[in-house]
């Protein structure tokens, strides 16, 4: 009776995986997805360790404005996290190290830029405008400077193994 359930069970899934293209597109992009991963971790040097912070900064920073911004002007809002975002992981590739003046100066850029628009947003709005500047300077140390580590920790010794480690702890910690 319980052999006759597991094949049940496998049956259905192979209905499943036939039926659904959504599972299919997921399979094959987590795979083909991953491999990239690794192998830009792995063989990529520097250059890959770039191409892996500047992915995981802007999809974090993506996704945070979602999250975070909820006024009109969200759209030029997240367009102008997402160039900070750049900014900060572009220079600090080009000058190696540079965290703490990536993050002195994208505060700067932050503070500016909601500074400049808080004219736009007066009475109660102004005050949700402020909500808004206070969580973009958090999302950008959490989301953007951060990851900006990463390229330390890869470059130490034994630095694409650590590297591994830290997203396989991660990793095991979502699921």
């Known amino acids: 009776m ?11 899934f192979g209905w499943a995986w036939r039926s659904s293209g959504n599972l299919q597109q997921r399979v094959v992009t ?3 997805g991953g491999l990239v991963f690794l192998a830009l971790l792995i063989w ?3 250059i890959g360790m770039f191409i892996l912070t500047l992915a995981l900064v802007l999809g974090m920073t993506q996704e945070f404005c979602e999250i975070a911004l909820s006024l009109e002007d969200r759209l030029e809002k997240k367009y ?14 080009l000058f190696g190290g540079a965290e703490a003046e990536v993050a002195f100066f994208g505060f700067l850029g932050l503070f500016s830029y909601f500074l400049f628009t808080a004219g736009r947003h007066p009475g109660e709005r102004f005050q949700a405008h402020f909500r808004e ?3 973009c300077v958090f999302g950008f140390f959490y989301v953007g400077v951060t990851p900006l580590l990463l390229a ?3 470059s130490s010794v034994h630095g694409p193994q650590w590297t591994l480690l830290f997203f396989f702890i991660v ?5």
């Open 30 to 32: 987590a795979a083909v």
């Open 80 to 93: 102008f996290m997402l160039l900070l975002a750049w900014l900060a992981v572009s220079l600090n590739a």
């Open 44 to 46: 990529g040097g520097m």
């Open 171 to 175: 990793w095991a910690g979502d699921t």
């Open 2 to 12: 319980t052999e006759n359930k597991g094949l049940n069970r496998l049956a259905a």
């Open 133 to 135: 500047l206070m969580a």
């Open 152 to 154: 330390r920790i890869h």
